[in-house]
């Protein structure tokens, strides 16, 4: 069997994001993430909200499914317990995902669901033409909010590392290689792993410039598995690190937890169920 490239995993459905999108990084490095890991086509399911980035499923040849706005987690932690040797991996932007969505974020931490999340952030609505989103920046102008938004952005590296996320990683669409090593690692983690990715919308908010002067690699130093410190890098908004924050190993998954469940509890059928309401 020959070994798997990235264009192995491209559907015959041409992605239409408006060019210079950085959505269109972050499906080349995902699909470079599954050829890495040799991961078979139909044994990984993608799934989508609602906005630009939730095209996803359309253009990579695996199994997918588009759902609704804001209750990707809910669908893509049904897809997991339903069939737990798949892949799956959920995705949206940060509209879906820190908005309607954000809800399902601390109960997917809590499980650790065994999936990846990937959240594209252009901190705007891009789909809906330019309004402002939770990660935008308080002041940022758009059609939508001439004279700036009034709201302060969410922060969300550290509301996912508050909430026990068991893998909390951060990347930059203009570094696709550095993007590509972060995913092969969410995607052989078991436990649920949420990435953020900052990723430009060029047509209503391009931040290409601004990102290009104030992201920097997380310090050679920093040790994943000290929480306290990934919390203070999070912290830091003047610089917008880049790389891993936060990992936990050895917790088990939802799945595992479910498997071992199942083990424990008694043979039931309807009729020992009546039977003990009867008692």
Same mark, same amino acid.
Do not use: M, N, R
């Given at each position: 069997m020959s070994k798997l490239k990235a264009g192995d995993y491209k559907s015959s459905v041409k992605p239409i994001w408006c060019p210079g999108c950085g959505d269109y990084a972050v499906l080349t490095a995902l699909m470079r993430a599954f050829a890495q890991l040799e991961l078979p086509k139909e044994e990984i399911t993608v799934a989508s909200g609602i906005g630009c980035s939730s095209r996803f499923p359309a253009f990579i040849d695996t199994y997918g499914i588009h759902g609704v706005h804001g209750r990707v987690l809910?669908? +893509?932690?049904?897809?997991?317990?339903? +069939?737990?040797?798949?892949?799956?991996?959920a995705v949206g932007g940060d509209g879906d995902g820190f908005s309607i969505g954000v809800g399902h974020i601390p109960h997917a931490a809590r499980r650790n669901i065994d999936l990846t999340y990937l959240v594209m952030d252009n901190s705007i609505y891009g789909m809906t033409k330019g309004q402002p989103s939770p990660t935008s920046p308080e002041g940022a102008v758009s059609k939508a909010s001439p004279y700036g938004s009034q709201e302060r952005p969410l922060n969300p590296m550290l509301m996912a590392i508050s909430y026990d996320v068991s893998f909390v990683a951060r990347c930059f669409s203009g570094k696709i290689r550095e993007m590509t090593d972060v995913f092969v690692q969410a995607l052989e983690h078991p436990g649920f792993s949420l990435i953020q990715v900052l990723s430009p919308c060029v047509t209503f908010y391009n931040t290409y410039g601004h990102y290009n002067q104030i992201t920097r690699a997380l310090p050679v130093d920093h040790d994943p598995t000290d929480r306290l410190r990934a919390m203070a890098l999070a912290m830091e908004t003047e610089t917008q690190y880049l790389g891993i924050f936060y990992r936990e190993a050895g917790r088990a998954t939802y799945s595992q937890r479910f498997e071992t469940l199942q083990q424990r509890a008694p043979d039931t059928t309807l009729e020992t169920i009546f039977e003990s309401m009867k008692r």
């Open positions: 809910p669908l +893509a932690s049904g897809i997991k317990l339903g +069939a737990p040797e798949t892949t799956v991996v």
